[in-house]
């Protein structure tokens, strides 16, 4: 059975930081691409990470930029988003993505809240 389990969200004051969790079972995680994801209301979903895997860069949303840092552990089975600096548009519920190569299997975890506010 395949999960993406999150934690890590919050609430937050401006300018501070969290840090996301993704739990990923039922799957070869090694060989699947890992994104993070969030959505505000009244938006529609955005990208906000992608992972390194397969020997390339990480790639960010320009909003996210130089704040974000995405990191796997494929011993452990994770994928984390770290966020600094956060500002109220970065409120949200973010969700963990794994996507297979070619795309033939994508998988979503349930999301997790994140709210910005002072």
């Known amino acids: 059975q395949v999960q993406l389990v999150e934690s890590g969200g919050g609430l937050v004051q401006p300018g501070g930081s969290l840090r996301l969790s993704c739990a990923a079972s039922?799957?070869?995680?090694?060989?699947?691409?890992m994104s993070w994801y969030r959505q505000a209301p009244g938006k529609e979903r955005e990208l906000v990470a992608v992972?390194?895997?397969?020997?390339?860069?990480?790639n960010y949303a320009d909003s996210v930029k130089g704040r974000f840092t995405i990191s796997r552990d494929n011993a452990e089975r994770t994928v984390s988003l770290q966020m600094n600096n956060l500002k109220p548009e970065d409120t949200a519920v973010y969700s963990c993505?794994?996507?297979?190569?070619?795309?033939?299997?994508?998988?979503w975890g349930q999301g997790t809240q994140v709210t910005v506010s002072s």
């Open positions: 993505n794994a996507q297979s190569p070619l795309g033939m299997y994508v998988y």
């Open positions: 039922g799957f070869t995680f090694s060989r699947y691409r």
């Open positions: 992972d390194g895997s397969s020997g390339g860069s990480p």
